[in-house]
């Protein structure tokens, strides 16, 4: 049975700096040609980046775009974060140029946040700037990835450290996506879902589902304050200056043990046990209390992990983080959350400190 959850709005206006667009949320919204006929505008070529398997997923999305009467262009990217790369981005420019692409054409992104940052890049850098719709098929690019305008590219060195900023004209935000997302998807989702709960509306806490339950309706609604959540803290710091950063809560270890994986971890159980890393810290820095079991049991309520499963060493993670692009000496880059709600930035810790607490927390317990 479904709880009654107050109903999500259609809308959510998203103010970014100077640029304003809506994250609308209907369902079904990516079959219909209405939706599609307002997006694509007077584009006469659109070029949909997607990966196979997400194509195959919706084959209604991508005929009813060629039903607008542009021209439809399918980039099938790599699946994954595969897409990542400055090798897909230069396959991806070859395309355009064949299309003869101008910068009134539109690039749509059909897919999870792998897609959307990588369609965010190409659209941003394409004649320095073609036109962008985003339209999210993962419940992470849902809250978050589609949001926002940032867009990354990995390198060897590590993850995100090409990108730009770059908001699309809208988001089309379909919660039918999630019917066919695999738990383990849906989990990852949720842990930037449980990130907003910690550093900006507690509320969201209260509402975490069961990820092997249909519960649209409070999909919904989670979806709804996870991206009001993350459009409040960007709107007046678009550039990752300021408040931006508390996004950033759970990924200066998350990202550098997504990255020491081989990426085997997804982006979102990597920011679990980010989360529960700088919980962690958070108390051996400010003698707060509680804070580490509080994450843990929030992360177990949606089956994440709290604990290194993976063989990745304190030395891999370290190094890694150091080079974070936030990272900068003596400046406070590294997120905490002493209490449900609020977020504070702190230096990056001292080496003791920072193993102190991969001890704790994130060593593999021995079997
Ligand atoms: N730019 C941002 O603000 C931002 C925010 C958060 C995360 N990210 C980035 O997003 C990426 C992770 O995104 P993700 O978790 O969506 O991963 P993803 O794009 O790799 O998608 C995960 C998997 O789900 C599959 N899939 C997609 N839609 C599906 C559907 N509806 N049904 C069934 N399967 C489906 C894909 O084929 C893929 O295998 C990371 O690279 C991360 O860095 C960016
Ligand atoms: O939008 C933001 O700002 C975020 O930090 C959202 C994060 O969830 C996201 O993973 C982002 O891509 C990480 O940014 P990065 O600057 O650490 O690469
Ligand atoms: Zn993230």
């Not at 089309?172 to 709960?197: N, Q, Y």
């Not at 958070?282 to 089956?303: K, S, W």
């Amino acid at each position: 049975m479904e709880e009654a959850v107050p109903p999500a709005s259609a809308t959510v206006v998203i103010r970014a700096g100077s640029a304003t667009y809506p994250f609308t949320l209907a369902s079904g919204q990516l079959g219909r040609i209405g939706t599609w006929r307002e997006a694509v505008g007077n584009a006469r070529t659109v070029a949909v980046i997607t990966s196979r398997p997400v194509a195959a997923l919706f084959p209604g999305a991508l005929r009813t775009i060629a039903e607008t009467g542009a021209r439809r262009v399918v980039l099938e990217v790599p699946d994954g974060e595969d897409a990542k790369t400055l090798q897909v981005v230069g396959r991806c420019y070859q395309v355009l140029a064949q299309a003869r692409f101008t910068r009134s054409d539109l690039v749509v992104a059909l897919g999870g946040g792998t897609v959307t940052d990588l369609a965010g890049f190409v659209a941003s850098t394409w004649k320095r700037g073609a036109r962008l719709v985003h339209a999210p098929t993962t419940l992470l690019a849902l809250v978050d990835a589609a949001v926002g305008g940032k867009t990354g590219i990995n390198l060897p060195s590590g993850k995100n450290l090409a990108g730009t900023f770059y908001q699309p004209e809208r988001v089309l935000a379909d919660d039918t996506v999630l019917t066919s997302l695999p738990v383990r998807e849906l989990r990852s989702g949720l842990a930037e879902v449980i990130k907003c709960g910690f550093i900006a509306d507690p509320a969201i806490l209260d509402l975490l589902p069961d990820p092997a339950r249909a519960q649209a309706q409070r999909y919904l609604r989670l979806i709804e304050l996870s991206v009001r959540a993350k459009a409040q803290l960007l709107s007046d710091d678009v550039t990752d200056r300021g408040l931006r950063r508390h996004l950033n809560y759970g990924h200066t270890a998350g990202q550098a043990i997504e990255t020491a994986s081989g990426f085997t971890l997804r982006h979102g159980e990597a920011v679990a046990l980010g989360m529960v890393y700088a919980a962690r810290l958070c108390e051996l820095l400010t003698g707060a209390r509680g804070v580490t079991a509080d994450t843990q049991d929030a992360l177990h309520r949606v089956g994440l992990p709290t604990r290194l499963q993976a063989a990745v060493s304190f030395e891999q993670m370290w190094d890694l983080m150091q080079q974070d692009k936030k990272v900068s000496p003596g400046r406070p880059s590294f997120v905490l959350s002493p209490r449900r709600g609020t977020a504070t930035l702190a230096c990056m810790p001292q080496r003791e400190i920072a193993r102190a607490a991969f001890d704790d927390v994130l060593r593999p317990e021995r079997r």
